[in-house]
């Protein structure tokens, strides 16, 4: 199972309030404002989509979990992709600032729905693409059915989907099930259970509950409903083996990347992506989770950096 939606804000702001965000010193690094998501909306695909940009550069779309809107992205990894690229975020249809969904939610819909989002948006231009976690699944699809939308792709803590898909264990899937999550489930399911890794956790929600709490990022509301359509888009991405059928057919440079210690979406399900694929370059971060991309935010811009600059 994966993340549903994570409900980071109030998890952030509840710890930010108890007192209970404080790390040790320098237990991860901060960054000392927040960037600013200066909120837009376009019409693609029947709908709205709302956005915002950040920095300057190649362009980089960044696909987030299961209903988590673009103010659920660590203010500290936008600030170290945005320095190297013009990184772009979303809130998908249905989902925080966004108009509802166009029809019923599927990954391949979704991905449809993102290909007109960016002929709007960057009429044609190839884009790179990061996909965290059901995003991965989106920009799978993305790939496949559109390939002349995207330059490079990172899958960041996904699957392939079908058999070739494998799931945490039962007590991730139990705890990432739950209908209320408490921020002691959210760190024990997505990082290690290291006295760094948990301040780690820690330092991210207070990083988001200062983002929220200071203007810089949007107050947003995650409806019942579209949660439920997206988890429910998962059942049939594990009962068919299409989409890693299809992988093969990805020309886009990719950079399949996870936390070697993910229990939510474990590493095999990467190793299985890169093997599949004929121009994958797998990498897994040490001693990290499937908030890897949270955990050490300044090292995985600068890996993922480095990717989509490379030759």
């Given at each position: 199972m994966w993340p549903r939606g994570l409900r980071l804000r109030a998890l952030a702001v509840t710890l930010c309030l108890t007192g209970a965000l404080l790390a040790p010193a320098g237990?991860?690094?901060?960054?000392?404002?927040?960037?600013?998501?200066?909120?837009?909306?376009?019409?693609?695909?029947?709908?709205?989509?709302?956005?915002?940009?950040?920095?300057?550069?190649?362009?980089?779309?960044?696909?987030?979990?299961?209903?988590?809107?673009?103010?659920e992205w660590d203010p500290a990894l936008l600030e170290g992709l945005s320095r190297h690229a013009r990184v772009i975020v979303i809130d998908y249809p249905g989902l925080g600032l966004s108009g509802p969904a166009p029809g019923t939610w599927t990954f391949d819909a979704a991905a449809g729905w993102i290909a007109a989002?960016?002929?709007?948006?960057?009429?044609?231009?190839?884009?790179?693409?990061?996909?965290?976690?059901?995003g991965g699944f989106i920009a799978q699809r993305l790939a496949v059915d559109h390939p002349a939308l995207v330059r490079r792709l990172v899958l960041a803590g996904t699957n392939p989907g079908g058999s070739q898909?494998?799931?945490?264990?039962?007590?991730?899937?139990?705890?990432?099930?739950?209908?209320?999550?408490?921020?002691?489930?959210?760190?024990?399911?997505?990082?290690?259970?290291?006295?760094?890794?948990q301040a780690a956790g820690r330092?991210?929600?207070?990083?988001?509950?200062?983002?929220?709490?200071?203007?810089?990022?949007?107050?947003?509301e995650v409806p019942a409903r579209t949660q439920r359509a997206m988890v429910a888009a998962e059942a049939p991405w594990l009962r068919s083996d299409a989409n890693a059928h299809d992988l093969a057919s990805i020309g886009a440079r990719t950079l399949v990347i996870t936390g070697a210690q993910d229990v939510i979406t474990p590493p095999v399900n990467s190793r299985r992506i890169a093997a599949l694929m004929p121009n994958a370059t797998l990498a897994l971060v040490p001693a990290s989770g499937h908030s890897f991309l949270f955990q050490d935010p300044a090292a995985v811009a600068a890996r993922v950096h480095a990717f989509l600059t490379g030759a």
């Open positions: 237990a991860e690094a901060v960054v000392d404002a927040a960037p600013v998501l200066h909120v837009r909306t376009i019409a693609a695909a029947g709908t709205t989509f709302a956005y915002a940009e950040l920095g300057a550069g190649a362009p980089l779309l960044l696909l987030n979990g299961t209903a988590s809107p673009m103010n989002f960016l002929d709007q948006r960057l009429p044609g231009r190839a884009v790179d693409v990061l996909g965290w976690s059901m898909a494998v799931l945490g264990p039962a007590w991730v899937q139990r705890a990432d099930s739950a209908a209320e999550e408490s921020a002691a489930a959210y760190l024990a399911t997505n990082y290690p259970r290291t006295r760094t890794a330092a991210f929600l207070g990083r988001l509950a200062a983002a929220v709490s200071s203007g810089a990022y949007p107050q947003e």
